[in-house]
């Protein structure tokens, strides 16, 4: 079975500008969830979609902002870019269960200029 | 806010030698789990905890949850240079289920 991908990998853009980030889940996860990850605040939860809704969300900006569609791929976006958006933006599968297995992703290093 | 506090926050150690990673809350879990995170790659589970003083063993490693379930451990014996890696402890709460990360640990084992 082919795991969680994400595209592009990597991403440089300049300050103000907008990006979109994709994430595929695995076969049969209908849960998708974002993390950002930064060496100065850890892995924090951006927002997870379950059935094309999202279920939770974590302490961001609305500049972040996310959507899945009915093939359970899923996809985030930040409009007005800062540099402190420069981060790993890891997505993460799971099939929601009493004690959830979430599959990473390898990421998308996004770099703000 | 619930936060896990890890420690060492960084440890470099030689082959063959043993560590104690530490993962510390003021908040009840309902379960906790371990990842290891290596460059390039997203993390992966290692294990998940679910009963309060409970112990797993992963042939090198030996996680425990605390009888509080606000706090874990994770042993390595004999530590490997394939043990390196970053190693994230994440609590799970409430009906959201969400996971709340640890600050991280980065072990370094040098041959």
């Known amino acids: 079975k082919a795991g969680v991908t994400q595209t592009p990998r990597y991403l440089i853009k300049t300050r103000g500008q907008q990006v979109t980030l994709s994430c595929s889940p695995i076969?049969?996860?209908?849960?998708v969830s974002w993390y950002q990850q930064t060496p100065g605040q850890g892995l924090q939860f951006l927002f997870e979609y379950f059935s094309e809704t999202q279920r939770n969300k974590g302490n961001f900006p609305g500049r972040f902002s996310g959507r899945q569609f009915s093939n359970s791929r899923s996809e985030m976006n930040v409009s007005t870019l800062e540099l402190g958006d420069s981060a790993l933006y890891l997505c993460a599968s799971s099939v929601p269960s009493s004690t959830d297995t979430q599959y990473f992703g390898p990421g998308t290093r996004l770099t703000v200029l | 806010t619930q936060l896990l506090e890890q420690s060492p926050q960084f440890l470099s150690i030689q082959e063959g030698e043993n560590l104690t990673v530490y993962c510390n809350s003021s908040s009840v879990f309902s379960s906790l789990q371990w990842y290891r995170q290596e460059p390039g790659e997203g993390p992966v589970l290692l294990v998940t905890?679910?009963?309060?003083?409970e112990v797993k063993k992963l042939k090198r490693l030996t996680f425990q949850f605390g009888d509080a379930r606000k706090d874990s451990s994770l042993h390595i014996t004999a530590a490997q240079p394939g043990d390196t890696g970053l190693y994230l402890c994440?609590?799970?709460?409430?009906?959201?289920?969400?996971?709340?990360f640890g600050s991280g640990t980065q072990l370094t084992v040098l041959p």
């Open positions: 076969s049969g996860h209908r849960s």
């Open positions: 994440a609590g799970i709460s409430g009906s959201a289920r969400q996971l709340t």
């Open positions: 905890v679910v009963t309060g003083g």
